[in-house]
């Protein structure tokens, strides 16, 4: 037969007394915030549990941390590869311009040098012409000497003297 406790009674204000420190109220009083402070801390089970799901939040916020680092750097190697088809696809395009411009450059030196040329022998010609042009002033104004000495007679052996070093001069040009 098992032992039987002694019937508590609702007066006993040590049994309430000791009941409440240990966390028991059996009395219709409130407990006291203090007590039920220290009576809340967590046990040493409770304690474990928490800081195992501390240390389960530390190690899965360095998991989203790793997994957002690398879809940062994923993020920038595929910025840095289109900067860089950027820089190529540019580089090819001023390259074809810098062709153009030198076969541009070939083209308007080739008609540079054809103008040049072009106007080396007008000025060849132009001096060609300048010098048949004087001689055939000379002569017209030879002539018009010669005109002029037949047509006096017999004064005209001073114009022909004055003529001669003219027609000297004309036949030399």
Do not use: C, W
């Amino acid at each position: 037969m098992a032992p039987q406790l002694p019937a508590l009674s609702e007066s006993d204000p040590v049994l309430e007394a000791f009941l409440a420190d240990i966390g028991f109220g059996l009395g219709p009083e409130p407990l006291d915030v203090t007590t039920t402070m220290t009576m809340a801390a967590t046990p040493p089970e409770e304690e474990t549990s928490a800081s195992a799901s501390a240390a389960d939040e530390a190690a899965e916020r360095r998991l989203r941390r790793k997994i957002s680092n690398r879809e940062s750097a994923r993020r920038s190697r595929a910025r840095k590869q289109r900067h860089l088809e950027e820089i190529r696809a540019r580089g090819g395009r001023l390259r074809a311009g810098n062709r153009e411009l030198a076969a541009r450059l070939r083209g308007v030196q080739a008609r540079a040098a054809l103008v040049r040329l072009t106007n080396a022998r007008l000025r060849a010609e132009a001096g060609a012409l300048g010098r048949r042009l004087a001689a055939a002033r000379r002569a017209i104004a030879l002539r018009q000497i010669y005109a002029a000495a037949s047509a006096a007679g017999t004064g005209g052996f001073e114009l022909q003297a004055l003529a001669s070093p003219l027609a000297d001069r004309v036949a030399y040009a």
